[in-house]
């Protein structure tokens, strides 16, 4: 998991306003098939927005923290059912799509 500064996490916040989420996560909860698709749309975009169904904010931020544990990704950003988080891209020969400031 990457350190970010506070200034490009509101950048990717920023960015990650007008996306639509690409994972649902359901009344299952957080399983291995979730973890797997959280895991293609990252490599895919590297900053994904995910929507968590169910009302206990408790268990929306300990899916939080286990998705960025899973992942090695960075926690953008909770609000409400919704979820934002980046990694950055891990192959050297493809160009990262998203840009962030220099720290």
């Known amino acids: 998991m990457m350190k970010l500064t506070t ?6 916040r920023g960015l ?5 989420p690409v994972v ?3 009344n ?13 749309n990252l490599n895919a975009h ?5 929507q968590v169904a169910g ?6 931020k300990a899916m939080y923290l286990e ?13 409400g059912k919704q979820l934002v988080v980046y990694r950055a891209s891990d192959t050297v020969k493809e160009k990262s799509k998203v840009v962030i400031p220099k720290a």
């Not at 990650?16 to 639509?20: D, E, G, R, Y």
């Not at 590297?46 to 995910?50: D, F, S, T, Y």
């Not at 998705?67 to 609000?79: D, N, P, Y």
């Open 28 to 40: 299952n909860g957080l399983t291995d098939k979730v973890i797997k698709e959280i895991e293609l």
């Open 46 to 50: 590297e900053l994904i927005k995910i």
């Open 24 to 26: 649902m996560i359901g």
């Open 7 to 12: 200034k490009q996490i509101a950048h990717l």
């Open 67 to 79: 998705i960025c544990a899973k992942t090695a990704a960075t926690a953008v950003h909770h609000i």
């Open 16 to 20: 990650a306003h007008n996306l639509n």
């Open 55 to 60: 009302d206990d904010r408790d268990a929306r």
